[in-house]
Nanobody, 120 residues
Framework: QAQLVESGGGLVQAGGSLRLSCAAS????????MGWFRQAPGKEREFVSR????????YYADSVKGRFTISRDNAKITVYLQMNGLKPEDTAVYYC?????????????WGQGTQVTVSA
């Protein structure tokens, strides 16, 4: 069964950085758009960033633009989210997603999530 496995979450102080990774279990994921969503306590899941299958087209939520960078390595079937200048409001469970209609917030695959906590 196809899987997405996230890693790299943790606790960091405001202003710090973290790098999330999401490894896919099958090579077919190299043909999919991939991206990241997040869900803070008591809030709905929201889009963070996505990248097309080639790694060329990248999109960001306004709240993270200029601070977060998405990238992918299709040889490793892995997508990354470099998060700099972290703020307490970035605290959330971050989910990797792929395929489906990801651009409409409806991907075909979800990872299990990784917790990111930013202390003030």
């Amino acid at each position: 069964q196809a899987q997405l496995v996230e890693s790299g979450g943790g606790l960091v102080q405001a202003g710090g950085s973290l790098r999330l990774s999401c490894a896919a279990s099958e090579g077919t994921f190299s043909n999919y758009d991939m991206g990241w969503f997040r869900q803070a306590p008591g809030k709905e899941r929201e889009f963070v960033s996505r990248v097309d299958w080639s790694g060329t087209m990248k999109y960001y939520a306004d709240s993270v633009k200029g601070r977060f960078t998405i990238s992918r390595d299709n040889a490793k079937i892995t997508v990354y989210l470099q998060m700099n200048g972290l703020k307490p409001e970035d605290t959330a469970v971050y989910y990797c997603a792929a395929g489906g209609t990801l651009s409409r917030g409806n991907p075909a695959y979800w990872g299990q999530g990784t917790q990111v906590t930013v202390s003030a």
